[in-house]
């Protein structure tokens, strides 16, 4: 089980799948409302 890039949580999954961004439950829904970018360059989260 991988962990999140920004907190270290366990990373979210969906009937056993995990998120191929590895992001845990919380920051994957700010990055689906748009809180949160990755940047397209250095693949960093802002």
Known sequence: MSNCPICGKPTS???????????CRE????FKNGKIVQCEKC???H
């Open 43 to 45: 693949g960093e989260w």
């Open 27 to 30: 920051h994957a829904q700010e």
């Open 13 to 23: 999954s969906l009937y056993g799948n995990e998120r191929k961004d590895k992001l």
